[in-house]
C-alpha cells in the first residue's frame, strides 16, 4: 500500500475590494435542487434492479454499484486516516466509479491522475497531494511506485458506512504558471450547486442515458457523469474514446447524452461511419476553445437544437452555457452566464470594463474552489469573491461572453491543459539542448499542437529528442513540431521572450 503522511491546507484569503462591483451580468436568483449526496445509496434503494453502469464487459445495477461502494468504504475506513487524499489512476471502469463514490461517502479526499502519467508526474501528483492511499488499476504499468490494484478494496465485506459526504473534497489537478500541476481544492457543496446548476440549465432528466467515452480523470467528464449518476441515470462507459466505437453506440441507441472536447469532435467528423446521430440528443462541447467552423460542421451532422457549449474551468465551474440555438446568432461567442453566476471584465487597475472591451473575466458563484493545496501553489486571483483564472475577453451588450485569449502562456492541445514551463524543462534536461522555449501553434483537430524551439550545445536529431520526452511527458505535452534556432530573444532580465517566439511560429 502506498502510505505517506496526512495532507494539510494551506488556502490563500480573499482580497477585499471596495471598489470592485459587478456590472456585466446580472445573475437570476439561483434556487436550490435537492439532488442525492450519496447516489448510490439512495438510488439502490429505489431503483436497485435498473442499470446503473454498462460497461463493454460488465453491467452493474445500482444494488450492485452500492455493495461495491460499501465493500470500498469499509476498506478505505480501515486502511486510511480519516480525511486523507486518496489517489486513483485508472481507465474508464465501474471499478473507478466505485472507488470514487467510497472516497466521498467516507469523508476523505477525492483525487485523479492520468493513466497516460508519467512516473515523474506520478511521483508530483503524490507529493503534492500528500496522498496517503495511492490506487491503480491493474493493467497500467507501476513504474517502481508502490499502489494498491483497484480490485483489493472490493474483497472485504458490504459494510454499511455511514454518509460522511460533507466533510469529503475533491482535488482537481490543474496546470500552474510554474509547469507541473496543482491542485485546487472544491467542496463538496460547491460540486452539488454545479451539478444542480447542470439539471437545470441542460434540462437533464433520470431516463436519459449518458455515455462517457471521455477520461473520468479529467474534470469535464466527472461532471457529467456524476451529474446523470445523481439523478440515477445509465452511464454507458467506454473505456478510452475511439470515434468508430461512439458511432457505434449511437447506431445502437445506448446514450441520449454525450460530453466530448473539440479534439473528439474532430475526429469524430474524420471517421464518421455515417450513421444517424438522431437518438442522442444532446451534445456537450467543452475542455477548449472551439471555431465556429468546426461548430457548423458538427451542426451540420448531428442536426440542429442538439449542440451545446459552455466556458468553465477547475477553479471556476461553469461561468457560460452557449444553448443549441445561440451557435450561429453568436458566432464565437461561449455563452451567457447561467442563473446564479456573475461574470465581470476588468483591466488591470480592476476597473469595469464596457460591453465589448476585452479585459480579465473574473466570476462569482457557489462552485469556486476554496483555493489551492500546498505551500508552492500560486496565489489565486480573488477581488471581493470574484475569482480569475487569468482568462481575457469581453461581453458584449447582450450578455453574451467572448474568449480573446486563454492564459497567455496556457496551451490547450485536445482539451488538456499543457503549460510551456514543464515541457522547457524536460527539453532542456536533455544533455545536448541548451535552451528551449514551447509554444503553442494552432491546429484544427488538436485546438493548439505543441511546438519547441530549441538551441541545441551539440547537434540531436527530432528522433533522439523525442525519445527522450517519451519518458517523461504524457502524450499531450510532447512538442509535435521542433524548431532549431542559433539564440532566442530574451528580455532585460534574461527570460526568453515568449511573445516574440509565438509570432514567429
Known amino acids: 500500500m502506498f502510505l505517506l503522511a496526512s495532507s494539510f491546507w494551506h488556502l490563500p484569503s480573499v482580497i477585499s475590494d471596495p471598489q470592485f462591483f459587478p456590472v456585466s451580468v446580472h445573475p437570476v436568483q439561483y434556487v436550490p435542487m435537492h439532488l442525492p449526496h450519496d447516489p448510490a445509496a439512495a438510488w439502490a434503494a429505489e431503483i436497485p434492479d435498473s442499470t446503473a453502469i454498462r460497461a463493454a464487459d460488465a453491467t452493474w445495477t445500482w444494488r450492485d454499484l452500492h455493495a461495491a461502494v460499501n465493500r470500498a468504504a469499509g476498506w478505505l475506513d480501515r486502511s486510511a486516516p480519516e480525511g486523507a487524499v486518496v489517489v486513483l489512476q485508472g481507465w474508464n471502469e465501474p471499478a473507478f466509479i466505485a472507488l470514487r463514490e467510497a472516497i466521498y461517502r467516507t469523508g476523505r479526499t477525492y483525487a485523479a491522475v492520468s493513466p497516460q502519467a508519467t512516473e515523474e508526474e506520478v511521483r508530483h501528483v503524490l507529493r503534492l497531494t500528500g496522498a496517503a492511499v495511492f490506487l491503480r488499476a491493474g493493467d497500467l504499468p507501476t513504474h517502481g511506485i508502490d499502489a494498491v490494484p483497484f480490485d483489493e478494496p472490493f474483497q472485504g465485506p458490504a459494510v454499511d458506512v455511514p454518509d460522511r459526504r460533507a466533510q469529503a473534497r475533491t482535488l482537481l489537478l490543474t496546470s500552474g504558471t510554474t509547469g507541473l500541476p496543482k491542485a485546487c481544492v472544491r467542496p463538496v457543496k460547491a460540486d452539488l450547486v454545479r451539478m444542480e446548476?447542470?439539471?437545470?440549465?441542460?434540462?437533464?432528466?433520470?431516463?436519459?442515458?449518458?455515455?462517457?467515452?471521455?477520461?473520468?480523470?479529467?474534470?469535464?467528464?466527472?461532471?457529467?457523469?456524476?451529474?446523470?449518476?445523481?439523478l440515477g441515470s445509465t452511464t454507458v462507459l467506454h473505456r478510452k474514446f475511439y470515434a468508430e466505437d461512439v458511432w457505434d453506440a449511437v447506431a445502437?441507441?445506448?446514450?441520449?447524452?454525450?460530453?466530448?472536447?473539440?479534439?473528439?469532435?474532430?475526429?469524430?467528423?474524420?471517421?464518421?461511419?455515417?450513421?444517424s446521430a438522431d437518438r442522442i440528443e444532446t451534445w456537450w462541447m467543452a475542455g477548449?476553445?472551439?471555431?465556429?467552423?468546426?461548430?457548423?460542421?458538427?451542426?451540420?451532422?448531428?442536426?440542429?437544437?442538439?449542440?451545446?457549449?459552455?466556458?468553465?474551468?477547475?477553479?471556476t465551474g461553469t461561468m457560460a452555457i452557449m444553448p443549441p440555438d445561440g451557435h450561429l446568432a453568436h458566432r464565437g461567442s461561449v455563452g451567457k452566464p447561467p442563473a446564479g453566476v456573475e461574470v465581470r471584465i476588468v483591466d488591470e487597475a480592476g476597473n469595469d470594463l464596457p460591453p465589448n472591451e476585452i479585459g480579465t473575466l473574473y466570476v462569482r458563484s457557489g462552485m469556486l474552489m476554496t483555493g489551492y493545496l500546498g505551500d508552492d501553489a500560486p496565489a489565486a486571483q480573488w477581488r471581493d469573491g470574484f475569482l480569475s483564472v487569468g482568462d481575457l475577453g469581453y461581453v458584449d451588450a447582450e450578455g453574451y461572453v467572448y474568449l480573446a485569449d486563454r492564459r497567455t502562456d496556457l496551451i490547450i492541445s485536445g482539451g488538456v491543459n499543457v503549460y510551456p514551463a514543464e515541457v522547457e524543462a524536460v527539453l532542456e534536461a536533455h544533455p545536448h539542448i541548451h535552451e528551449a522555449c514551447v509554444v503553442g501553434e494552432p491546429d484544427e483537430e488538436w485546438g493548439s499542437r505543441v511546438v519547441a524551439v530549441i538551441v541545441e550545445s551539440e547537434s540531436v536529431s527530432d528522433d533522439d529528442i523525442l525519445a527522450f520526452v517519451r519518458q517523461r511527458l504524457s502524450p499531450a505535452k510532447r512538442p509535435k513540431r521542433i524548431v532549431r534556432r542559433s539564440a532566442l530573444p530574451h528580455n532585460a532580465i534574461g527570460k526568453p521572450l515568449r511573445s516574440e517566439v509565438r509570432k514567429e511560429i
Open 252 to 275: 445502437a441507441g445506448d446514450a441520449n447524452t454525450a460530453f466530448f472536447v473539440p479534439t473528439h469532435f474532430h475526429r469524430l467528423l474524420r471517421d464518421d461511419t455515417g450513421v
Open 197 to 230: 446548476s447542470m439539471v437545470r440549465n441542460f434540462n437533464l432528466r433520470p431516463e436519459q442515458t449518458h455515455l462517457t467515452a471521455t477520461p473520468l480523470y479529467h474534470s469535464g467528464p466527472t461532471i457529467f457523469q456524476r451529474t446523470h449518476l445523481a
Open 288 to 315: 477548449a476553445p472551439a471555431s465556429s467552423a468546426l461548430k457548423e460542421r458538427v451542426i451540420e451532422r448531428i442536426g440542429p437544437g442538439r449542440l451545446w457549449e459552455f466556458l468553465g474551468s477547475s477553479e
